[in-house]
């Protein structure tokens, strides 16, 4: 087997690129959060607190993602160190573990984008039926 320096560099635009997506998605539900919380304090609506609940599972899942990201990036940085020092067999087994890592990563991201799919079904079920009543 072999393994050049520049192939776990590969990742390196990828993976920044995903946790940046992961970020924004978890500042977006962060600020959604603290809007509905603000509205739940006002109301007590008990689907606004299971809305709360949903997303924060959702950010649960974000952060698991992000963990799983960095350290894709980091067993990859790793990965090319050993790579540099001749440590050809270890560098191709931790890289080997930095794509599983982004494996992971990409798994729970699918996960959390399905959690909020079937969430925006809910919400649309309701202006469908409304739709179907005005028809």
């Known amino acids: 087997m072999n393994l050049s320096i520049e192939t776990p560099a590969l990742l390196f635009s990828a993976t920044s690129l ?5 970020t924004n998605r978890f500042l977006t539900i962060a600020q959604i959060v603290r809007g509905l919380k ?3 304090d006002e109301n007590r609506n008990k689907s606004i607190l299971d809305e709360i609940k949903n997303l924060n599972l959702r950010l649960t899942l974000i952060r698991a993602m992000q963990m799983f990201g960095v350290l894709s ?3 990859s940085v790793f990965a090319m160190l050993l790579l540099y020092l001749q440590q050809t067999v270890f560098g191709i087994y931790i890289f080997g573990l930095s794509l599983l890592c982004l494996l992971i ?6 996960w959390e984008i399905s959690i909020s799919v079937t969430a925006l079904r809910v919400h649309l079920k309701d202006l469908i039926e409304e739709t179907k009543n005005k028809d």
């Open 38 to 40: 603000k509205n739940y």
């Open 18 to 22: 995903i946790l940046l997506a992961y």
């Open 105 to 110: 990563s990409l798994g729970i991201s699918f």
């Open 73 to 75: 990036l980091f067993l």
